[in-house]
């Protein structure tokens, strides 16, 4: 075992576990973010960077014009054909997160398969973390006002970041696509959307069950060889399977509700025209926005609806209501290293408390970020359909 990976050790040592706080050292950290890297494929593939203090820019070097020019010999080329290398910069501004990781007696006992009490503790607490991290950094959109109420709406997630800035591909136009299966003609428009400069090292991230529906497309083809190459790429393209994206996004219908009154923290939603809607819909309001919701109509009743849950985010008068379905699948191509998460190593701790008879919870803290660095340089492929 490597010495940063005996010093974390160390911070889990058994025999005083129980009440412990403990602040990682450098070494301890970095072992534990390795760790966190390898419990996670997205996270194993994307940038990780692990800044000292918690808002910091971090290089990102661009070519600007053209390198090569006609010279002449004995002279130097004038400043105005010189080519410059512009240093632009990410803006990194980690936010601090808590968690009570919880350990059960059980699961100690059925992972141990002769590691030792620290080693296989550890790689529980980094699997559970690791997968959270993972849903944060795809899914996370960050409010636009008021204090966050889930750990997602602290930041903007990799998705977000695209769906604003990069090339998206959407599988429920009807204009473009028969239906939203999953299917090869949706993966060649996310190629052809991206820049010609960044194909090169772009992969596509793709969840299981869409990925299972896109190998499906070549199961009849008899030659193995033929077959298994297509199976294992999109396009020609390098695949990374990540078994947590889902297919539950939302995906909206055409109808677009206008909202004409909402009071915060209420149930009923004032509408231009409520036609078309009925009790059970899921509804997404302020539809596209950061403050979007999902929410379960209850009552319809004359330009208003009742919705089930009470609304956590507000919802002003120039919002849209959308109805939606939940099935909704995501592909992703570009360069993982694209794709940027931060943590800070510097300050990472823990306490540690014992639940007699049940197992351990881990109190931790983080100060967290993620970030795309190009946004022009990934495709987004949503809102396909995967087979039952």
């Given amino acids: 075992m490597d010495k940063k990976k005996e010093q974390l050790k160390k911070a889990f040592d058994s025999t005083a576990l129980a009440g412990k706080y403990v602040m990682l050292n450098e070494e301890q950290a970095s072992a534990f973010v390795d760790g966190l890297k390898d419990e996670s494929v997205i996270l194993k593939n994307c940038r990780i960077v692990t800044p000292k203090v918690s ?3 971090i290089a990102k070097l661009y070519p600007v014009g ?4 006609p ?3 004995g002279e130097a080329l004038g400043s105005d054909k010189r080519g410059e290398v512009s240093i632009e910069k990410v803006d990194i501004d980690c936010k601090v997160t808590k968690a009570v990781v919880r350990v059960l007696d059980e699961e100690l006992a059925n992972n141990i398969e002769g590691q030792s009490f620290e080693d296989t503790l550890i ?5 559970k973390l690791a997968n959270e991290i993972e849903e944060l950094a795809l899914y996370a959109r960050k409010r636009s006002t008021g204090t966050p109420t889930t750990v997602l ?5 990799w998705f977000w970041s695209f769906l604003q800035s990069g090339n ?3 599988a429920a136009d009807s204009t473009k696509y028969t239906d939203r299966k ?10 052809k959307s991206l820049p010609t400069r960044f194909r090169q090292k772009a992969q596509f991230i793709i969840g299981s069950n869409a990925l299972l529906d896109y190998q499906a497309i070549y199961e009849t083809i008899a030659d193995s060889s033929v077959r298994n190459e297509l199976m294992s790429t999109i396009m020609k393209k390098r695949v990374i399977e990540a078994p947590l994206m889902g297919d539950e996004s939302p995906v909206p219908e055409t109808t677009v509700f206008n909202i004409t009154s909402h009071t915060a923290g209420t149930k009923t939603f004032g509408l231009t025209d409520e036609t078309g809607l009925v009790s059970g819909d899921i509804i997404v309001a302020s539809y596209g926005t950061a403050d979007a919701e999902v929410l379960t109509v209850d009552v319809v009743s004359a330009d208003s609806i009742t919705v089930l849950e009470t609304p956590v985010l507000p919802h002003t008068a120039s919002q849209k209501i959308r ?3 939940l099935d909704g699948a995501e592909a992703l191509l570009t360069d993982p290293l694209n794709l940027i998460f931060a943590i800070q190593t510097n300050n990472l701790s823990f306490e540690v408390e014992r639940i007699a008879g049940i197992g351990w919870d881990f109190h931790r803290k983080y100060w967290m970020d993620t970030a795309v660095e190009e946004p022009t340089a990934g495709s987004l492929v949503h809102s396909m359909l995967t087979e039952d």
């Fill in 55 to 57: 808002k910091t820019s």
């Fill in 66 to 69: 053209r390198f090569l020019q």
């Fill in 71 to 73: 010279g002449t010999a």
């Fill in 123 to 127: 790689k529980l607490v980094q699997k």
């Fill in 153 to 157: 709406e602290q930041f903007n997630g």
């Fill in 168 to 170: 998206v591909v959407n």
């Fill in 182 to 191: 999953v299917a090869k003609e949706k993966f060649r428009s996310a190629v």
């Fill in 323 to 325: 109805v939606v379905s």
